[in-house]
Every structure is written in C-alpha cells, then in structure tokens.
C-alpha cells in the first residue's frame, strides 16, 4: 500500500498522498491493498430496502446451467434452514437449458417433503414443490386463475406457475411480522454499506415500514442514513407521525404515473417502435395528481413521482404547474426527456432522480423500443445543463446498489451526456442533513491506473471506511 487518490469534490480533482497508519489500517482492514481511491459519502438516491432485505434470503439461482444445478443450489440452502420452514430461490431462466420448464420430480427428489418456492429470473414464473402446493391448497383439479396458469404435463401439475397462479403459493411462503421486516430492513442496510454507502433513499414505504426504520434508528441499530417515502396507491395519501431521527427521516411520498420500458408499460406519446399500436398507459387523470401533489405540499411533504415514457413526464409537468412544488418534487427516472421537457422541468424548479445503471442493463433492447427517441433517453448531463439538480440511484434490487457502476455509467455515456468526476459525486452526495458523517468509500485501483481515468470501476468493488479513518 502505497498511495491513497483522495478526491476533493471542490476543486473537482484527484490528489494523491502517501498513506498514515491510521487510514493504511482502515484500508486494509476493508481488504483493500495496493493504491486506493477514497471518495466523499456516497448515497443511493432510489431503492427499495424490504425487496432487497427478502431477496438476500433467497438461494439466487442466477445462471444455474441446468434445472439440476437449480436444484443442487437450493438443496444446499435447505441445509442451513430449520425442518419444516420454506426454501425459497429466485433467477431461474429454462432458456439457459434448452428451454424446458423445470418439473416439481425434481425438487421433491432431492427435497423430499420441503416447501420449496423458486422464482423464474423475471419474475413472472414459480417453479414449486409438491409440498408447496400442498401447503398452498393447490390440487390437481385447480383451475386456471384469470391473468395466469398452472403448467400440466399430460394432465398432472408440473409445479411451474405462470403469473397470477404463483399467488396463492407466494402467499403461503409469505413471512410475516415484526421481526422478519426489521431482520430484512437490517440486512438490505448492511448489504449497502458493504458497497461502500453511506445511505439511500426507500421509495416505497407502508406506514408501518417507516415506524420499524425509526424504531431501529432510535435503537442506534441502523448501519447506514436512511430517507423513506410512503407509497400513495389506490388514491390514499399515507402519513404517519414520526419524531425526528439521527439516521432516518420520512421525506415525502411517492407516485407512480406509468410503467417501465422493458415491458412496453411506460407512457410515450407515440408508438413503441417495436410493437405498432402500444404506448404504455398512465396510471393517473392529470387533475387528481395535481391535487394529490398539492395536497401533499400542504401536508409540508415531499414528493417522488415515477414517469419513465415522455407522454409520463409530460403528464407530471402539468400536474407540477399546478401544484406549485418547486424543488420539493423530484421525478423518477425521467428516462425518455425531450428538451423541452427538460426545460419545462427546470422553469418549474423540479429535481431530478436518475439511475445512469439502467443505459448499461438496457443496452441490448432499449433503441429497438424508442427509435429515433434514443437521443433524448437516458440523458444526464442535458439536465444539469439546464440547471436541474441532480440524485442517482440504481433502484435496487432491480440493479446491485453498486456505485461503481452509478459512476461507470455517467463517466462514460454517449458525448453531450457524460458527466466529469465532480457532476457524477455531486449527483450521489447525501441529502442535506444526514450522512455526511457516514462512512467513506473506498476502491482498489489496479496497478498502475490513471484515476482520472474511469475505466478501472468495471468491477471495481468499493468497500466502506469508518469516518474517523478519513484523510
Ligand atoms: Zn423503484
């Protein structure tokens, strides 16, 4: 260990310094050896800490070359639960082994009697036991729910569900209470500050969510910052009174107002260029979500509005002219934004939240469902240029809460997008007032590497330095 590359977000540079004891003993302590990059606290700005917290507890299945190596990875995971209690898995693809469906055989072979749930990688497929499906009142002679179906080879129940038929064993595998979501809430914290944060953002919290985080911050048990927004669905406005924390605050709520591009649900105002005749649906009357966004203000809270197509952003525009929130409302995602959109957006004094990860995961489909509309997707540096303040996220776990790739992604996009090294930390700073003391990221630079050069983040893996340790 050598050298330390500190980054000073004022005079937008790297310096480099010899290491002192203290900092070379933090270093190494995080198994980081050879020249480091320290950066100031890094944030994620939209995730989702529950999903995150269950899917650690699930054997992932991600890449398994045959149904029998799913099955072999589960068994393994059967091994260190207690008899009778659920093994549960997810990211199965049959693609992978020739495209055949999985049958329940060859779980009740190797697990014979166990509860075992395995979810397909898209989420839209279980692959069940016998004893699942059991335990969930599924016979043979169930019929086909509305939205979904139950998979038969020669008339006998496989065990793979297809949508909406993966409910009732979902429901019966479902864990609930107290102690399971403060377990999950903790371990999506630790998970994070393994990655090298300091904190990030809930975006979508049930009252009851919120209570738990505030209790476990008031216990001194919270790992990392936590702010959280309540979920508004189904026309509630959700509220809930809590006294301020050290490390967790509710900030506002959060709206959906269209879907995603991977499954042609986000709102654009003209065709998906692949599929003739589709362009998403708004989930809102432009009317009722201007008077849910005023109410909310009135309520002296947030709000974090989710629009992915234009015809989306277009819809949350008009509702925040109405509404009058300025800069306490954010938009999600943003990803199809024309210019003048981006405008609209800064006159009106709007943030903006974005997750540069997804240009890398999206890469493969993304320009055949937007055609020439690609130039205006993904864009980050047209909103700082606009004046637009910017947070990024990665919306874990859709995407690993990894700041290296958050930075890859804005270094290194198309030219008049890119960020520089300052723009890209500036976007996952804390918010003000909590985090800032939290711990510092660290990386190890490969020998050799130019800093200022970002292609040494492709796999690079930052782990968290205690404050005390810093330069
Ligand atoms: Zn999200």
Redesign the pocket.
């Known amino acids: 260990m050598n050298t330390a590359w500190t980054f000073d977000p004022a005079a937008g540079r790297w310096q480099s310094r010899t290491v002192d004891p203290a900092l070379r003993g933090a270093l190494e302590g995080a198994g980081l050896h050879g020249d480091t990059a320290v950066f100031p606290p890094l944030w994620d700005h ?3 800490l529950l999903w995150l917290g269950s899917l650690l507890e699930q054997t992932d299945l991600r890449g398994s070359a045959s149904a029998l190596e799913a099955v072999e990875r589960l068994a393994s995971a059967a091994a260190e639960t207690a008899p009778g209690s659920w093994v549960r898995g997810f990211g199965w693809d049959q693609n992978l082994w020739g495209g055949e469906f999985p049958d329940r055989d060859l779980l009740d072979r190797r697990l014979p009697g166990v509860p075992v749930l395995a979810n397909r990688v898209d989420g839209h497929a279980g692959w069940a036991s016998t004893e699942a499906l059991r335990r969930a009142g599924i016979s043979e002679d169930v019929q086909d729910p509305q939205g979904g179906r139950f998979l038969r080879r020669e008339g006998r129940l496989t065990g793979v569900l297809l949508d909406r038929a993966m409910e009732p064993v979902e429901e019966a595998a479902r864990e609930t209470g107290r102690e399971v979501l403060e377990r999950r809430f903790l371990s999506a914290c630790s998970h994070l500050r393994s990655r090298g944060l300091c904190g990030a953002t809930d ?2 919290l049930e009252p009851e969510h919120a209570e738990i985080l505030s209790r476990l911050d008031r216990a001194g048990r919270l790992p990392i910052a936590v702010v959280g927004y309540l979920w508004a669905r189904d026309g509630r406005l959700p509220s809930v009174d809590l006294p301020p924390g050290k490390m967790f605050r509710l900030a506002g709520r959060k709206f959906f107002t269209d879907g995603a591009l991977g499954s042609r649900g986000a709102a654009l105002f003209e065709d998906y260029s692949d599929a003739p005749g589709e362009r998403g649906h708004l989930l809102w009357e432009t009317g009722d979500l201007g008077e849910a966004l005023r109410r909310t203000a009135a309520d002296g809270m947030e709000a974090a509005v ?1 629009a992915i197509g234009d015809r989306a952003l277009d819809q949350v525009l008009a509702a925040a002219e109405a509404a009058r929130m300025g800069p306490l409302l954010r938009v ?1 995602h943003a990803q199809v934004a024309p210019a003048r959109s981006v405008q609209r957006m800064a006159r009106l004094g709007l943030r903006a939240s974005l997750q540069p990860c997804h240009r890398l995961s999206d890469a493969d489909w993304a320009p055949a469902r937007l055609g020439s509309r690609s130039d205006d997707a993904y864009g980050l540096a047209r909103f700082l240029r606009a004046g637009i303040p910017l947070h990024f996220g990665t ?1 874990f776990p ?1 995407e690993e809460p990894d700041p290296a790739r958050t930075l890859l992604a804005a270094l290194t996009h198309r030219e008049g997008e890119a960020l520089t090294w300052s723009e890209a930390l500036w976007a996952c700073r804390p918010p003000e007032g909590l985090g800032g003391s939290g711990p510092l990221p660290a990386a190890a630079l490969p020998t050799g590497a130019d800093p200022h050069d970002p292609s040494w983040l492709r796999g690079a893996r930052f782990a968290a330095l205690a404050r005390d340790a810093s330069p």
């Open positions: 939209h995730g989702h975006m979508g989710h999600e919306d859709i």
